[in-house]
Nanobody, 130 residues
Framework: QVQLVESGGGSVQAGGSLRLSCDGS????????MAWFRQAPGKKREGVAA???????AYVDSVKGRFTISKDNAKNRLYLEMNSLKSDDTAMYYC????????????????????????WGQGTQVTVSS
């Protein structure tokens, strides 16, 4: 079993930045596919960014150029650097992970599907005020 704990959420004004962290109870070297999801009130959970063990990344269109996902395997930690935040980014953000990577030719174009992830954190709230 893997435990994931998110941190770094908070309240920020539009245009500001936040960095989310996700600490894993197991080595991130074993978690070959990791991602950040978010869910706003009344909306479906949405995959925001994903990274595989080779460093290939995928982003939902709405965050491209503003968010960056990265891993620090030495610290068993996943990050989400969020810049130029908008009110539409307000949501609960979740870390997710799995040992398996989807069999796709180009991860960058993948739809980040919650069904591909076995392990989930409890979430951290991000609120962006305009």
């Amino acid at each position: 079993q893997v435990q994931l704990v998110e941190s770094g959420g908070g309240s920020v004004q539009a245009g500001g930045s936040l960095r989310l962290s996700c600490d894993g109870s197991r080595s991130t070297l074993d978690l070959n596919y990791m991602a950040w999801f978010r869910q706003a009130p009344g909306k479906k959970r949405e995959g925001v960014a994903a990274v595989d063990t080779d460093g290939h990344r995928a982003y939902v269109d709405s965050v491209k150029g503003r968010f960056t996902i990265s891993k620090d395997n030495a610290k068993n930690r996943l990050y989400l650097e969020m810049n130029s935040l908008k009110s539409d980014d307000t949501a609960m953000y979740y870390c997710a992970a799995d040992e398996a990577i989807p069999a796709v030719a180009d991860l960058a174009s993948i739809y980040i599907d919650e069904h591909d992830f076995r392990y989930w954190g409890q979430g951290t709230q991000v609120t962006v005020s305009s």
